[in-house]
């Protein structure tokens, strides 16, 4: 991925040189600090499981998706999950319609390993029949532009997406308890999937001096670095994953003081996340008793 980021454009060297002097002394080219973020907005859609993340000039869609499968035969009483990512030309001009590359793929994985080892998803429950049946999450990542850092962005448009998914509730009956109903939303509420923790993906670029250090970079400080590290940690300061990129060698204790930071905003990021979810489910809550006032009204009188 760093080698693509830093063949994504062609930038002259004073360019480079005012970004690297800049950082010596602390300073970024959009004004921020060294362990600062960009401004971050989280938006849904109207139908579940779709988010809109938008991390300064960087903007990603996630959509989540179900549907019921035979199970892995090393593990018949779980459900699955599996991320796709698009890379858009319109995102970045580097960019390759059609077959996903070597970028995609591997922001995939990275975003995957978070989820999975963590197991932040609990996919027992997402069985219906064991060893026949169970639910496959799938999570569509779309890059609408690329301003730097994908990673964090599509983590969180991932997570958000996932917290309003719902998915269709569904009962086993018949006379050998085999015979499998689908509940439409009309008839029975779909159900949430059961998400244990959030794993939060943090990103770090490592410059010339391993002793520079920037989180959430540009991509015009992508264009420069010299590698780039990502932690995905929880509010628990679990650390569920770590990915190291790039040839710079990186010390110990510029690494457990990346751990400390990435501990903090994942934090910051968990709330924000929470925050947008809530609001979510409060305006489609007001929007469905404004479908059905009469309804509301009986059980108010009652």
């Known amino acids: 991925m760093e080698q693509r980021l830093a063949n994504s454009w062609n930038m002259t060297v004073n360019e480079k040189n005012f970004i690297e002097t800049a950082l010596l002394s602390d300073l970024r080219v959009d004004g921020r600090r060294p362990f600062d973020y960009r401004r971050l907005t989280i ?3 109207r139908e579940d499981g779709s988010s809109e993340v938008q991390l300064g000039q960087t903007h990603v869609m996630g959509f989540v998706t179900a549907q019921l499968v035979q199970p892995f035969k090393d593990r018949p009483n779980e459900g699955s999950l599996a991320i796709y990512t698009e890379f858009s030309p319109m995102a970045d001009s580097s960019f390759e319609a059609g077959r996903p590359g070597e970028s995609a793929v591997e922001l995939g994985r990275i975003i995957d390993r978070g989820l999975r080892e963590s197991r932040a998803i609990d996919t027992e429950s997402l069985c219906v029949l064991a060893g026949k049946l169970v639910w496959s999450i799938r999570i569509d990542l779309h890059i609408l532009d690329n301003g730097g850092n994908l990673v964090d962005a599509a983590n969180i448009a991932a997570l958000a997406a996932l917290l309003t998914f719902r998915r269709p509730d569904c009962t086993l009956g018949g006379e050998d308890g085999q015979e499998l109903t689908v509940h439409p939303p009309e008839v029975r509420e779909p159900l949430p999937l059961i998400v244990h923790h959030l794993p939060i993906a943090v990103t770090f670029a490592f410059f010339t001096s391993d002793s520079v250090v ?16 990502t932690v995905t940690i929880n509010t628990n300061g679990d650390i569920c994953a770590i990915q190291k990129g790039g040839g710079v060698g990186v010390m110990h204790n510029v690494v457990m003081q990346c751990l400390r930071v990435a501990s903090v905003k994942s934090a910051d990021i968990t709330t924000k996340i929470k925050e947008a979810v809530e609001s979510y489910n409060t305006e489609k809550a007001y929007r469905k008793v404004k479908r059905h006032p009469s309804a509301a009204g009986d059980q108010i009188e009652r």
Do not use: C, H, N
């Open 43 to 45: 938006k849904f859609g």
């Open 214 to 229: 920037v989180i959430d970079p540009t991509l015009s400080e992508e264009a420069i670095m010299k590698g780039r590290m």
